[in-house]
Each structure stands twice: as C-alpha cells, then as structure tokens.
C-alpha cells in the first residue's frame, strides 16, 4: 500500500532514516514529503505511533503537478473508511487563503463523486472524523488520506509547554542529527519543559509517541477494530535500571514542568532532572560522564556561552558531542577543546533554530 509522510521542511533526510529503522522502508524524497510502499496493515498502523519526526502520516491517494488534474482510482484505501463518515480537506503549502479554500472545494466535489455510490458523507469543517490533506511541494501536490486527523509533531504530553521551545518532532531532528543513540549518555542542559529529554527517552526506549484516544480518525476506521494492540508495542526492550538521560535547568517551574510532562509521555522513570545552577554542574556530575551534551539557547542564556563551554568541556567524554541550539544571530567557534564539526539551520513558520555541533578534542598526555 502506497503511502505518505509529511515532514517539516529540513527533516527529509533523517525521516528517512527512522523510516528505514522501524520499518525497513526506503523512501523517495520530496520537499517535505516522504513517499514509499508498506506490505501490511501492521507495519503501516506503526507509522503514527512510532515515527518522531513525522508530522502527518496518510494514505496515498493521489500526485500531479497541477491540482485540477489530480484524479482518484481505486484502491485499497477506500477499506479505511466506514460506508457513513464526515470529512474536511486541508490544503497546505499553498499562498492565499482564497487559492486554499477553492482548492479544498475542488478536492472534496472530486471526493464525493469517487465515493457516493457505496458511501454517505457530509463536510464538517470544526470536527471530521476524517481528514484528506492536499500538500503542495511546490512542484507536485500530493492528495492523502490522514491515518489520525491530527498533526503528529504536537505531541499531547506538551500541556505544561515553555514559550521558547520547539515541537517534538524538531527535538527529535538535533537529537539524531547530534548523534544520539540508546547507548550514550545525554545531558540536556537548560531543559524548559523537557522536550528534548522527553524525545530522547521515547526514542531510547521505543516508547508510542502518540495515544490512542477518541478524537483519532483510526477509531472511525474498520481497519482499527482489526488489528491487534500488539501491533503498537516497542519493537525492542532497553533496560531501564539506569538513567542515561538527565535534564537539568537553573529554574524550579522548568524542571516542574517537565517531570509533568514526562509522566504524561510515559517516561517518567527513564529521565532524571535535576535543579541546577550552571556554574554548579561540574560539581553534581563527574568529569567526562557524558558522551553527549545538548544545550538550548535562548537569548536571555547567551550571555553565559563562555560559562556554558568551560561547564560542558568538564563533563564532556573525549570524543563527546556538544550539541548548541541557537537562534539565528549568535555564532558559535571552535574552542580549544572543542572542534566545530557541523551546522545548519532548520526554520518552522517564523521560527529559525541554528544548530552547532562540536567534539571534545582527545587529551594531551
């Protein structure tokens, strides 16, 4: 079965490697799509539950490079829905609220003369049970069917959200992008609400990054009914009789907010965070305990880089990864233990978040 998964521009390329991880799928890339085939309903009900740098994951429907001649055939697809259901198009990617409003109406006329011999539809704009999204790369649009109705990155442990930090599947991107694996262990320094933590943690430990609840289109969908909760379990077991992700911040409501949002994330027990000023952190780890350090800098941190790196330096293993999240104004060197490897800049709307990773240069016997 054909399928999609929308991704925030920028995250192309390491979608496509968690794809190939929890799936053993090769994707052909598009600007902020991922195409590619699955062979069982199994793998395919995998894709919302698992996958952290997905935003939207759908069924294949359609692709043309004009819209007006986007046609739909038969396919398996039409057994996700139920023979009554209501539904709403979303066009995304294209300028103008007019262009997206006729657009979704030419969509949706197309989707009610496929269907209405054996199905009874209605639109309803504030609440559908199922969502078609039209997305426009800006070469192609794209026509899918949304497996849960819902953008996946907005993940619902965030209730206890801090204004500077970034969506679940961003988090996600610099973690990998970083290097981060199972096997390290990870310091997040200047925590917020535990984003990136919590991400690490998921990740780590094969944990759904989606629940299940009653607003998900799958509810609607015989296919739901049929498939076994087995299906959404973690495909591996880390064991958990040791912390290796700890998150730490100078502010007690930080920290507060993030135990809350963990527990909600199910991962409570995997994190450990800890109130500590940052002129104080190389006296509550040892030097060298972490392989990676990621740090959030906002500009009201900037002021305390030089503290930040002398900190860091100290904790960090040789060979480790330091890992700075920035805005787009600040530029961050080499130091003298520290060897600037990689950068890059990945934007979500308005928003411009520069990454900075550096290694820990190996010591002079």
């Known amino acids: 079965m054909k399928t999609l998964v929308l991704v925030t521009p920028g995250l192309e390329e390491i979608a496509a490697q968690e794809l190939q991880e929890q799936l053993q799928e090769k994707a052909k890339i598009s600007p902020g799509v991922l195409e590619f085939s699955v062979s069982e309903k199994e793998k395919l009900l995998r894709l919302p539950f698992h996958l952290q740098s997905a935003r939207r994951a759908l069924l294949f429907l359609a692709k043309r490079k004009e819209a007006e001649k986007i046609s739909l055939k038969t396919e398996e697809w039409i057994s996700f829905l139920p023979k009554a259901f209501s539904f709403k198009v979303e066009v995304e990617n294209v300028s103008g609220q007019e262009n997206r409003f006729a657009l979704a109406g030419a969509t949706a006329t197309k989707i009610f003369d496929f269907l209405e011999k054996e199905h009874r539809m209605t639109i309803d704009l504030k609440k559908p049970q199922f969502l078609f999204v039209l997305y426009f790369t ?46 390290k262990k990870l310091l997040a320094l200047g925590v917020k609400d535990g984003t990136l933590a919590i991400e690490a943690a998921l990740f780590a430990h094969q944990r759904t990054v989606l629940k299940m609840n009653s607003q998900l289109s799958l509810r609607f969908s015989p296919w739901f009914s049929a498939e076994k909760t087995e299906s959404f379990s973690p495909l591996k077991i880390i064991p958990e009789n040791e912390k290796k992700i700890i998150g730490v911040d100078e502010g007690k409501q930080n920290i507060t907010a993030a135990i809350k949002n963990s527990q909600l994330a199910g991962v409570k027990n995997q994190i450990l965070f800890k109130k500590v000023n940052l002129e104080e952190l190389e006296n509550n780890f040892s030097p060298r305990e972490f392989e990676l350090i990621v740090v959030h800098l906002t500009l009201k941190d900037e002021p305390h880089l030089n503290e930040i790196f002398y900190q860091t330096e100290k904790l960090l293993a040789v060979q480790g990864i330091l890992c700075l999240l920035t805005g787009p104004t600040l530029e961050i060197n080499s130091s003298q233990k520290l060897i600037l490897k990689k950068k890059g800049k990945v934007s979500k709307g308005e928003s411009h978040y520069h990454y900075w990773i550096l290694e820990k240069k190996e010591e002079k016997k």
Do not use: I
């Not at 849960?148 to 610099?174: I, M, V, W």
């Open 138 to 183: 800006g070469k192609e649009y794209f026509l899918g069917l949304d497996l849960c109705g819902q953008e996946l990155n907005t993940r619902g442990y965030r209730l206890f959200p801090h204004s500077a930090t970034f969506k679940g599947d961003l988090a996600y991107y610099f973690l990998r992008t970083a290097g981060f694996s199972a096997e």
